[in-house]
């Protein structure tokens, strides 16, 4: 099994199979409009601009399960990251990634790249305190611990890193750059 198996919803409704991608190298972000990470749409779409004509993807699926941070339509939402970050990336249909409803791809890619925590750090120890609070209610079926969590996928469709939001967005940047050039 591989990423490319997926189907997901574009932000019409519209199936889309992630065999579309195939032989690109993908990031696929759970997003939020309201979350203390949103400018990580900056140099999101900064690494996209750079990279897309390398075969370089970002994937985005806007979600709302994280204190409501994402409570908009997806036009609502789409309109919001064109207009305030000039995100030209995919955006999909807004999903859940966590619980029952989780999307089946969220629960897949975390299942390939487990969460091991949000790194050291008060910022980061208050992030898990209130992560565990709001995510205390989906049990085992807890896979992503917050917005912003990014899966790079390879040209085969492995999933091959997970970055939490904390990261800083420079190491995911050389972790792409170093993925396009194998």
Request: hydrophobic content about 35%; glycine content about 8%; aromatic content about 14%.
């Amino acid at each position: 099994m591989s990423v490319y198996d997926f189907t997901v919803k574009d932000r019409k409704g519209n199936d889309v199979s992630l065999g579309d991608y195939t032989g690109k190298v993908l990031l696929i972000v759970n997003t939020a409009t309201g979350c203390g990470f949103t400018p990580h749409y900056e140099p999101l779409e900064a690494m996209y601009k750079e990279f897309k004509e390398q075969g370089f993807e970002i994937l985005d699926f806007p979600c709302n399960q994280f204190a409501n941070q994402a409570p908009g339509s997806g036009d609502e939402i789409h309109e919001f990251c064109t207009v305030k970050f000039g995100t030209e990336f995919p955006q999909f249909a807004k999903i859940d990634v966590n619980g029952d409803s989780a999307d089946p791809l969220f629960a897949y890619l975390a299942s390939e790249k487990p969460f091991t925590g949000f790194g050291k750090g008060l910022k980061n120890a208050a992030l898990k305190k209130f992560a565990d609070m709001n995510n205390k209610k989906y049990g085992e079926k807890t896979y992503i611990g917050w917005n912003f969590t990014k899966f790079l996928v390879d040209r085969n469709g492995n999933v091959i890193a997970r970055f939490e939001p904390t990261v800083d967005m420079s190491e995911v940047r050389e972790a792409v750059a170093a993925e396009l050039k194998k």
